[in-house]
């Protein structure tokens, strides 16, 4: 497919994660066959010597290296983008520095990414926002187009089975009663069309969230959408940037160990019950002994439980008793650690035979 002057051979982008989860090595091995490989920018320069000291630097320097790294191992396939939360607190300069380094777009959600074509209009980086309803489609639309005269390169719409952050209230998905994907794929589909017809182009619209294999794929592709994003599965693979414990996390997680909590920037995400999680729920807490400042909602010194940076940081370098490890619904249904390669070729010969 074409995304405005750019050719997507395969209609996938796997969804980016962090901290550090996707990288350099996972986006530019999905771009090698094909797809959108997506690097996080949420403290990407955790490895950094100097991360401790100047988080910020650290971050900036990581991410343009993972950029680069990325598109050298793509080859020049499919696409390398970089997911980058509006709720971090460096976003203008995380966003300044994706385009710099060349990557082909930036993907923009955890809140309503207003100012994102701001940073990309005139480049040859194309920018997506990541929504959860028609609602929010139309008033991006309709705020780019007030402000900016340009509509989005490219939506994501994140469903209630996603991994990490929500765009959910924590009831509507305990109790079951957020939309499911398919409704709210058609809101957004007649949100975008008077921009579309206004602006004589096309928006293709990815639907993430609970997007397993090849036929639910081919299902949201014959209902408007133009492709998909996956994310926990592409943790099992080889390629991916996480340590091999929390690959095997995610392949030994059964059903009953997925949970939805909330996190301490104030949203509900999806994650495996961990022993962190447990203690946490029995009253325990720990604080960051340096905090970076990463998130601007964070709720920081004794009223946060615990610093989900670190706990994160702790999931991808694979510590089991201290780590947060972010999933979405399926994750019980991965059960091996394949190659990227492999995982592409299976979802597109599910989807090619489910057409």
Same mark, same amino acid.
């Given at each position: 497919?074409?995304?405005?002057?750019?050719?997507? @051979?395969?209609?996938?982008?796997?969804?980016?994660?962090? #901290?550090?989860?996707?990288?350099?090595?996972?986006?530019?091995?999905?771009?090698?066959?094909?797809?959108?490989? #997506?690097?996080?920018?949420?403290?990407?320069?955790?490895?950094?010597?100097?991360?401790?000291?100047?988080?910020?630097?650290?971050?900036?320097?990581?991410?343009?290296?993972?950029?680069?790294?990325?598109?050298?191992?793509?080859?020049?396939?499919?696409?390398? +983008? *970089?997911?980058?939360?509006? +709720?971090?607190?460096?976003?203008?300069?995380?966003?300044?520095?994706?385009?710099?380094?060349? &990557?082909?777009?930036?993907?923009?959600?955890?809140?309503?990414?207003?100012?994102?074509?701001?940073?990309?209009?005139?480049?040859?980086?194309?920018?997506? @926002?990541?929504?959860?309803?028609?609602?929010?489609?139309?008033?991006?639309?309709?705020?780019?187009?007030?402000?900016?005269?340009? *509509?989005?390169?490219?939506? #994501?719409?994140?469903?209630?089975?996603?991994?990490?952050?929500? /765009?959910?209230?924590?009831?509507?998905?305990?109790? /079951?009663?957020? !939309?499911?994907?398919?409704?709210?794929?058609?809101? *957004?589909?007649?949100?975008?069309?008077?921009?579309?017809?206004?602006?004589?182009?096309?928006?293709?619209?990815?639907?993430?969230?609970?997007?397993?294999?090849?036929?639910?794929?081919?299902?949201? !592709?014959?209902?408007?959408?133009?492709?998909?994003?996956?994310?926990?599965?592409?943790? &099992?693979?080889?390629?991916?940037? +996480?340590?091999?414990?929390?690959?095997?996390?995610?392949?030994?997680?059964?059903?009953?160990?997925?949970?939805?909590?909330?996190?301490?920037?104030?949203?509900?995400?999806?994650?495996?019950?961990? @022993?962190?999680?447990?203690?946490?729920?029995?009253?325990?807490?720990?604080?960051?002994?340096?905090?970076?400042?990463?998130?601007? /909602?964070?709720?920081?010194?004794?009223?946060?439980?615990?610093?989900?940076?670190?706990?994160?940081?702790?999931?991808?370098?694979?510590?089991?008793?201290?780590?947060?490890?972010?999933?979405?619904?399926?994750?019980?249904?991965?059960? %091996?650690?394949?190659?990227?390669?492999?995982?592409?070729?299976?979802?597109?010969? %599910?989807?090619?035979?489910?057409?």
């Amino acid at each position: 497919m074409k995304i405005k002057n750019k050719e997507l @051979p395969v209609p996938i982008i796997q969804g980016g994660m962090g #901290v550090g989860v996707s990288l350099s090595s996972l986006a530019g091995n999905v771009a090698k066959c094909g797809g959108m490989g #997506v690097i996080s920018s949420v403290n990407a320069g955790y490895q950094e010597e100097d991360f401790d000291r100047n988080p910020r630097e650290a971050n900036l320097r990581a991410l343009t290296y993972h950029i680069k790294k990325a598109k050298e191992i793509s080859q020049g396939n499919g696409m390398v +983008a *970089v997911n980058i939360m509006t +709720a971090v607190s460096d976003y203008e300069n995380a966003c300044k520095c994706a385009v710099e380094a060349g &990557a082909d777009a930036i993907i923009s959600g955890a809140g309503l990414p207003l100012k994102l074509p701001e940073y990309t209009k005139g480049t040859d980086t194309l920018f997506a @926002p990541i929504v959860s309803s028609g609602k929010a489609a139309a008033l991006l639309c309709r705020n780019y187009s007030k402000k900016y005269d340009v *509509v989005p390169d490219f939506i #994501v719409l994140e469903g209630n089975h996603a991994g990490g952050h929500l /765009g959910f209230k924590q009831e509507e998905l305990l109790d /079951g009663t957020a !939309l499911e994907n398919d409704a709210i794929l058609a809101d *957004v589909l007649d949100a975008i069309k008077p921009y579309e017809e206004q602006y004589q182009t096309t928006i293709p619209v990815f639907v993430a969230g609970g997007v397993f294999d090849g036929e639910d794929m081919a299902h949201f !592709l014959s209902l408007g959408a133009s492709g998909v994003q996956m994310a926990t599965r592409f943790i &099992a693979t080889d390629e991916c940037d +996480a340590h091999v414990n929390f690959k095997k996390v995610i392949v030994n997680a059964k059903k009953e160990d997925i949970m939805i909590i909330k996190s301490p920037v104030g949203m509900p995400a999806r994650a495996i019950n961990s @022993p962190l999680l447990k203690r946490l729920s029995v009253g325990e807490k720990f604080t960051a002994k340096i905090c970076n400042g990463c998130l601007t /909602g964070c709720l920081r010194g004794d009223k946060t439980p615990y610093c989900i940076s670190r706990a994160l940081i702790e999931a991808v370098k694979g510590n089991w008793e201290d780590g947060l490890f972010f999933c979405g619904d399926n994750a019980y249904r991965v059960n %091996e650690i394949i190659p990227v390669k492999q995982l592409m070729e299976t979802i597109e010969k %599910e989807w090619r035979n489910s057409q």
